[in-house]
C-alpha cells in the first residue's frame, strides 16, 4: 500500500513523526487498505485471491500405492459446522452465526441457526464489509449491520468483526477479532497436515440460487491459513466418486482423497 510505505519510509530514515502525524499516516494508510478487495491481499496481484478455483480431482496412476492416511472426516458429524462458529445475542435471540454460501463458491450468507431454523442473509458484494458494511436481516424485528474495521498491521488477524443493530433494531452490539473469527472456524474444521501445511476441511450443504434455503447438494472446502496469504479449494462432494480414490492439488501439496460409501472422507499422503 502506498501510504503504509510512506509510514515506513519515515520509520526508516529516522525522521521525527508526532502522534498526531503517526495517525494521520494510520487513517491514510486504511483507507489505501479499504480499498483493496476483500479477498486480495493489499500486496497481491488480483490473480492471488484467497478464493481459488474448485479442486479438479484426477484418478490416481494405475499401479500407484496409497499413501500414509494423514485425516479422516465423519461426514455426518462434520456437515454443517460452518453454521456455528459463533453463539451472540441478536436482538432478542441467542442464535449461532455462521457462513454458508451457494454451489458455485459465488454467492455468500451469513447464516443465523437456533433449534426452530437457519436464517439465510445474503452478503452480496464482500467489499462493502470494509465500508458501510452490510445489513442482515434475521427476522422482522432484527436488523444488524456487519462490518470489518481493519487493522493494517496484522489485517488478517488483528482487524475487528463488527455486530451493531441497525437503526430500528433493539439489541446489543459484538465485537470479534478476526483473529477469533479464524480459530473458531479452526475449531469447527477437521484438520490434516501435510508437507509441513496445516489443512481445514468444512463439509455442508449448499444454497439453493434463491438463496431462500439449502439445496440437495454438498461441498467441501480445504483451507490452509498463512495471514494475508491464506488459501481456499472449495470441491463440490459429487465430484468425488464413492470408494474411488482422487488426487487433488492444494496450492502444490497433493493429497489422496477417498469418499467411502461407509460415510468418510479419507486423506492420504500421495508418495
Given amino acids: 500500500m502506498r501510504n503504509t510505505l ?4 519515515l520509520v526508516a530514515a529516522g525522521r521525527p513523526v508526532s502522534a498526531a502525524g503517526v495517525e494521520s499516516l494510520r487513517n491514510l494508510a486504511e483507507q489505501s487498505f479499504l480499498q483493496a478487495p476483500l ?8 490473480s492471488e485471491p484467497v478464493l481459488q478455483p474448485p479442486l479438479e480431482p484426477t484418478p490416481p496412476r494405475p499401479d500407484a500405492t496409497l499413501g500414509a492416511e494423514l485425516g479422516r472426516v465423519n461426514l455426518a458429524a462434520q456437515l454443517d459446522r460452518n453454521l456455528s462458529v459463533a ?4 436482538g432478542a435471540r441467542a ?10 463458491f459465488s454467492k455468500f450468507y451469513l447464516a443465523f441457526s437456533n433449534a426452530q431454523g437457519t436464517v439465510l442473509a445474503a452478503l452480496g458484494d464482500l467489499n462493502q464489509l470494509r465500508g458501510s458494511g452490510v445489513n442482515a436481516r434475521i427476522d422482522a424485528a432484527t436488523v444488524y449491520n ?8 496484522n489485517p488478517a488477524r488483528g482487524s475487528t468483526l463488527k455486530m451493531s443493530p441497525a437503526p430500528g433494531t433493539s439489541g446489543p452490539a459484538h465485537d470479534m477479532k478476526t ?11 477437521t484438520l490434516f497436515s501435510a508437507d509441513g501445511r496445516e489443512f481445514w476441511v468444512f463439509y455442508g450443504r449448499d444454497v439453493l440460487p434463491d438463496g431462500l434455503d439449502f439445496a440437495a447438494t454438498r461441498s467441501f472446502l480445504f483451507v ?27 496450492g502444490g501439496t497433493r493429497v489422496s482423497l477417498t469418499r467411502t460409501a461407509d460415510g468418510f472422507l479419507v486423506v492420504r499422503d500421495v508418495p
Fill in 95 to 104: 442464535l449461532d452465526l455462521g457462513v454458508a454460501t451457494d454451489a458455485a
Fill in 39 to 46: 479477498l486480495v491481499r493489499p500486496a497481491q496481484t488480483p
Fill in 179 to 189: 483473529g477469533a473469527v479464524l480459530d473458531a472456524a479452526r475449531a469447527r474444521a
Fill in 146 to 153: 456487519f462490518r470489518v474495521k481493519a487493522n493494517i498491521f
Fill in 6 to 9: 510512506i509510514l515506513a519510509a
Fill in 87 to 90: 453463539n451472540r445475542l441478536f
Fill in 224 to 250: 490452509h491459513e498463512d495471514g494475508m496469504s491464506s488459501k481456499a479449494w472449495p470441491l463440490a462432494e459429487a465430484a468425488l466418486a464413492l470408494d474411488a480414490p482422487a488426487i487433488v492439488d492444494l
